[in-house]
């Protein structure tokens, strides 16, 4: 098992069961996204290219954008809270997660994948 799962499904409940959906969703919606395991978190990258990382932290889970600086929909759903450049949307229990605002946003970060994240 890679480290990226194995850190996923290690994670106590509800915290895991967010985790695998939130990883369903990207995989469904990015086939080609691969699950690495960086800076001690799952990271999700479009060939070299870093879309976002899942962060379980305190009580939330954070799925956190590098481009979040590009993005125009959705953005009262983003929270940067003391980072300077990478928002995340953040969620405390399954049912919170939107999927169609999720996926949103998710593709819009990665249609600037190729830019820089700094705006």
Not at 66 to 75: G, I, R
Not at 83 to 99: A, G, M, P
Request: hydrophobic share 35%; net charge positive.
């Amino acid at each position: 098992m890679k480290p990226a799962e194995e850190h996923i499904l290690n994670q106590q409940e509800p915290y895991k069961s967010m985790l695998l959906h939130l990883q369903i969703l990207i995989e469904h919606t990015f086939p080609k996204a691969v699950l690495k395991y960086k800076w001690r978190i799952p990271c999700y990258y479009i060939g070299t290219r870093p879309i976002c990382y899942l962060n379980q932290s305190k009580d939330y889970i954070d799925v956190a954008f590098w481009h979040s600086e590009h993005v125009l929909n959705f953005t009262e759903h983003l929270v940067s809270e003391k980072r300077k450049k990478i928002k995340s949307l953040r969620y405390r229990s399954l049912k919170e997660i939107n999927d169609v605002i999720f996926i949103s946003v998710l593709k819009e970060v990665e249609s600037f994948k190729n830019t820089s994240f700094l705006k």
